[in-house]
């Protein structure tokens, strides 16, 4: 379970480091309901 809450802890991230890396906000979009699915 430990595993499980550190990768929730990193997913959580994602977002940020997308944005700097030049992702454009629909795709931003598109992930942020696959992984808001994952963190539930």
Excluded: C
């Excluded at 809450?5 to 979009?29: C, F, S």
């Amino acid at each position: 379970m430990r595993i499980i809450n550190e990768l929730k802890a990193d997913v959580k991230l994602w977002k940020p480091i997308a944005t700097r890396l030049g992702i454009v906000k629909r795709e931003i979009d598109v992930f942020e309901q696959v992984f808001q699915r994952s963190l539930t």
